[in-house]
């Protein structure tokens, strides 16, 4: 049995895996396992309570989160366990070709999403993460990343709107599909960063287009804690359509990173934290 995590800065997904069958998976918020007040004391043994550790063979981990590293590596020494082994971010891998000059600069989370991504299309795609940050990657022809974009999430953009202002606070997280201006400061908000997040992601695309001289609208695979919302906002307002002449393929994979994941273990992918 190995047990996979996907590390994120806002939630710890994680599954259990018996050679290709997911046998349970759930998720964790970040802040309840690591805190700024308590980054010494990792709740491991609470989030994992469920699983016979005597089972486990192996751990991997995509983390972006330092701080969990060291934390999740103490856990399985106290439990001995085997030693968790981190995904790294290499020059190729599973058919990608990464387009970063420096690729020890690129997210590990954004690369797996690209890994799985490509493997499941096995064509030119948009790869978006909707997390805390929203990253945007293209992959053209035969695995070639073209590199990306990386923006504030929506959670993001409106605690700095909030931060900065002294009547504008909005706390529900209602964001519409169809952006339209709002009758009050809570849909003026709301409907003002989803056109944001709507007018970036149809620049971004329609860039990679003509960049790339595409003739068929890329496929859109969009994963990510605001994941779901993003594709449907896409879907609602015909994000490629309308340029191409042709209906564009989007679709939502909450699971991405981690499969992405498999993918690297396949190649070999991975490096010890010393």
């Known amino acids: 049995m190995r047990l996979e995590l996907d590390i994120g800065n806002t939630r710890i997904k994680w599954r259990l895996c018996k050679d290709d069958t997911v046998v349970s998976e ?24 469920g699983i016979d550790l005597s089972q486990l063979d192996a751990i991997y981990a995509a983390s972006v989160v330092i701080a969990c590293n060291r934390r999740l590596i103490e856990w399985c020494e106290k439990n001995n366990l085997c030693q968790p082994v ?36 096995n064509s030119p795609c948009i790869v978006i993460d909707a997390g805390s940050a929203i990253t945007v990657d293209f992959i053209a022809d ?14 993001l953009m409106n605690n700095a709107l909030f931060a900065q202002t002294e009547k504008v606070g909005v706390s529900s997280d209602d964001y519409p599909l169809t952006p339209l201006y709002g009758d009050s400061t809570e849909q003026a908000v709301l409907s003002g960063l989803s056109m944001m997040v709507l007018g970036f992601l149809k620049e971004a695309c329609d860039q990679f287009i003509h960049q790339t001289a595409l003739i068929t609208p890329p496929k859109i695979l969009v994963t990510g804690g605001n994941g779901h919302y993003v594709e449907g906002l896409l879907l609602e307002n015909d994000v490629l359509g309308g340029r191409t002449g042709r209906e564009c393929e989007i679709s939502y994979d909450p699971d991405l990173v ?17």
């Not at 918020?29 to 007040?37: F, G, H, I, K, M």
């Not at 020890?104 to 499941?120: E, H, P, Q, T």
């Not at 981690?258 to 010393?274: K, R, T």
């Open 86 to 121: 981190f995904a790294g971010v290499c020059r190729e891998c599973a058919g990608v070709i990464n387009g970063y000059i420096d690729v020890s600069r690129m997210g590990v989370d954004r690369w797996l999403a690209m890994l799985a991504a490509w493997n499941k299309l």
């Open 258 to 274: 981690l499969d992405g994941l498999s993918l690297a273990l396949l190649e070999n992918s991975f490096s010890h934290l010393d």
């Open 142 to 155: 035969k695995g070639k990343h073209c590199g990306g974009y990386i923006v504030p999430g929506l959670r």
């Open 26 to 49: 759930s998720f964790v918020l970040t802040a309840e396992v690591v805190t700024q007040d308590e980054v010494e004391n990792a709740r491991f043994d609470s989030v994992f309570s």
